[in-house]
């Protein structure tokens, strides 16, 4: 059975010692998804596009997706279960004339930085959407 599939924008990112939050949404509903400071910290440093002195672990693999011409297409956010997202990137590879759809399971916070680096869409399914708790103001 194929889901809804709702698309996302990211709010903001507010960042503490201990974890980070992640806002995301649509212009009638926001939620937040919480992650470790260090995945916050990279992620902000791509959002303002900073400088970063060496290259980091999504770098890394940005480029080893770059040498197979591998792109990313989307990040489908698939379940929710207690406060713990899912999440599937979907990325395409050509082989000559052959275009290879690749699925993979992945924390949501990895998929949400390598959308941001490719400029690729985020969305969750509305089934998601409907689990969420809303994020006030």
């Not at 989307?74 to 590879?93: C, G, K, S």
């Not at 941001?116 to 985020?122: E, G, H, I, R, T």
């Amino acid at each position: 059975m194929q889901s809804e599939l709702i698309q996302l924008n990211f709010d903001k990112i507010m960042q503490t010692r201990s974890y980070t939050v992640v806002i995301l949404g649509t212009a009638e509903k926001r939620f937040a998804v919480y992650t470790d400071p260090q995945i916050g910290k990279t992620l902000q440093m791509f959002l303002t596009e900073a400088e970063r002195l060496r290259p980091l672990t999504h770098d890394l693999i940005d480029k080893i997706f770059n040498g197979l011409d591998i792109s990313v297409k989307q990040v489908v956010i698939n379940d929710v279960q207690d406060t713990i997202y899912f999440a599937r990137l979907f990325l395409e590879q050509n082989i000559g004339e052959m275009k290879h759809i690749l699925e993979i399971d992945a924390r949501p916070s990895d998929c949400l930085t390598l959308a941001l680096m490719n400029n690729a869409p985020v969305y969750c399914t509305k089934e998601v959407l409907e689990k969420t708790i809303a994020v006030e103001e």
